[in-house]
C-alpha cells in the first residue's frame, strides 16, 4: 500500500524540482557537519514540542529519549542511507505513524521547517558561501519531498479509511468535496482579489 502511494505522490512532482544526485552526494558530505549539530537541535526541538501545552499532550510520560532518539536516527539514516524509492515509502510510513498519534500536518511541516531555520543559520554562519548555498538548496529539496510525502500521504491515508469503512471510492469522495467546495468558495467571495 506504502509503494504505491509513495510512488504516486512523488509522480504529480516535476523533475525540475526532485531531489537530485548531486544534491544527495552533497548533503552527504555535509553530514559530519551536520552530526556535530544534532544534539543541539534536537534538543532545541523537542524543547518547543514539550514546552507547548497542544504538543506535549501527543505524547505519553517519559517519551521525551524514546523521541530524541527517533528524531536522531532518522537524520542519521537521512544522511547515510541511500536515497531510493525504499527512503521515500519510509517517510511515507513515518507520516502514517503521525497520523496514528493525532499529529497534523500543520506542526509536522512547521518544525520540520524549524529543523531548517536551525540549518540555515549553522550554515550560514559558519560555511563559505559557495558550499553554504547546495547544502541549504540540497536540504530544502529532501524537506520538502518528506513534507509532500507526508501532507499528500495524510489526505491518502484519510481517503483509503473512508473507502474501507463506507465503500465510497477516490473518485466519488473527490465528486462530493468539489461540490462542498464550490459552495465553500462562493460564500467566501469577499476574499477574491
Ligand atoms: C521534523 C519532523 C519530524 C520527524 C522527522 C519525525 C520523525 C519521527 C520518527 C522517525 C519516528 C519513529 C517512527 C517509528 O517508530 O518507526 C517518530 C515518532 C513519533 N513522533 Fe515524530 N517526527 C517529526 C515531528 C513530530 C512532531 C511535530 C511530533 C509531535 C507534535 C512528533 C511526535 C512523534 C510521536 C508521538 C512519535 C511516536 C509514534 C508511535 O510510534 O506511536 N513528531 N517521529
Known amino acids: 500500500m506504502l509503494t504505491v502511494t509513495t510512488q504516486e505522490i512523488l509522480a504529480d512532482l516535476p523533475d525540475s524540482v526532485k531531489l537530485r544526485q548531486i544534491d544527495i552526494e552533497t548533503l552527504q558530505g555535509a553530514r559530519g ?24 499532550a ?14 536522531k536516527h532518522w537524520v542519521e539514516l537521512t544522511l547515510t542511507k541511500e536515497i531510493n524509492q525504499e527512503y521515500w515509502e519510509w517517510q511515507t510510513y513515518v507520516g502514517l505513524i503521525h497520523v496514528k498519534r493525532g499529529i497534523k500536518n500543520d506542526i509536522f511541516v512547521r518544525m520540520l521547517n524549524y529543523v531548517t531555520e536551525l540549518l540555515v543559520a549553522e550554515v550560514v554562519n559558519n560555511v563559505p558561501k559557495e558550499q553554504a548555498v547546495p547544502i541549504l538548496i540540497a536540504w530544502l529539496r529532501l524537506s520538502s519531498t518528506v513534507s509532500a510525502l507526508i501532507v499528500q500521504g495524510y489526505e491518502q491515508f484519510y481517503h483509503q479509511a473512508i473507502e474501507g469503512m463506507t465503500g465510497i471510492d477516490e473518485q466519488l469522495l473527490d465528486r462530493l468535496v468539489a461540490v462542498e467546495i464550490d459552495d465553500m468558495v462562493a460564500a467566501n467571495q469577499q476574499y477574491r482579489m
Open 33 to 56: 557537519f551536520i552530526f556535530d549539530r544534532l544534539d543541539l537541535i534536537t534538543t532545541s526541538f523537542y524543547d518547543i514540542l514539550f514546552g507547548f501545552e497542544k504538543t506535549e
Open 58 to 71: 501527543v505524547f505519553r510520560e517519559g517519551e521525551r529519549s524514546a523521541r530524541e532518539a527517533s528524531f
